[in-house]
T-cell receptor, first 112, second 114 residues
Framework: GENVEQHPSTLSVQEGDSAVIKCTYS??????FPWYKQELGKRPQLIID?????GEKKDQRIAVTLNKTAKHFSLHITETQPEDSAVYFC???????????FGTGTRLLVSP | EPEVTQTPSHQVTQMGQEVILRCVPI?????FYWYRQILGQKVEFLVS????????KSEIFDDQFSVERPDGSNFTLKIRSTKLEDSAMYFC????????????FGPGTRLTVT
């Protein structure tokens, strides 16, 4: 089955710093690369995604970069704020396959 | 904005009892999913459902589990004889259609088996 790993597992930054979370995957058929944010006790929510024909996508303070050859993609958060504190999951997959295979998760803590 | 809803928000049951978790997907969505998340762990796929039948299921989804879309709006997950290890948060999700990528998650049902 698909192996999806994230690094680091925990990340602590000061407010205003940047944070980068990396996701590596094994399935070369993956062509859709979303990132989900999950606050404590809440549902996972899609925050940004990228498709395999694009190398980078940005939405305000967040961006995702994709290296399909190396089978990894990264989430970049700039000017972090305390409300960015959450667990972030990647879920790379071949989009016509229906299931999401979540990564191991990264707990981000942004200190004021 | 339309949302996936789930009931109940929290269910406590005794080991061996049957539970039914309910979900109302976003109207006009065609693909439905159940996931579970054991406390402190990642979200795990259980089953996907399309056109009134299961399209894929994980090894977690054994004979104790079943899904149903009884009336065109509700989507249910039944666990026939609960075990302690079934304690988890269960999320329902829906997706619009073939060309849509995003799955929308419900708020979850926390199942506690005692």
């Amino acid at each position: 089955g698909e192996n999806v790993e994230q690094h680091p597992s925990t990340l602590s930054v000061q407010e205003g710093d940047s944070a980068v979370i990396k996701c590596t995957y094994s399935d070369s058929a993956s062509n859709y690369f979303p990132w989900y944010k999950q606050e404590l006790g809440k549902r996972p929510q899609l925050i940004i995604d990228i498709r395999s024909n694009v190398g980078e996508k940005k939405d305000q303070r967040i961006a995702v970069t994709l290296n399909k050859t190396a089978k990894h993609f990264s989430l970049h958060i700039t000017e972090t704020q305390p409300e960015d504190s959450a667990v972030y999951f990647c879920a790379p997959h071949e989009y016509s396959f229906q299931k999401l295979v979540f990564g191991t998760g990264t707990r981000l803590l942004v200190s004021p | 904005e339309p949302e996936v809803t789930q009931t109940p928000s929290h269910q406590v049951t005794q080991m061996g009892q049957e539970v039914i978790l309910r979900c109302v997907p976003i109207s006009n969505h065609l693909y439905f999913y159940w996931y579970r998340q054991i406390l402190g762990q990642k979200v795990e796929f259980l089953v996907s459902f399309y056109n009134n039948e299961i399209s894929e299921k994980s090894e977690i989804f054994d004979d104790q589990f079943s899904v149903e879309r009884p009336d065109g709006s509700n989507f249910t997950l039944k666990i026939r004889s609960t075990k302690l290890e079934d304690s988890a948060m269960y999320f329902c999700a829906s997706r619009a259609g073939q060309g849509a990528y995003e799955q929308y998650f419900g708020p979850g049902t926390r199942l506690t088996v005692t």
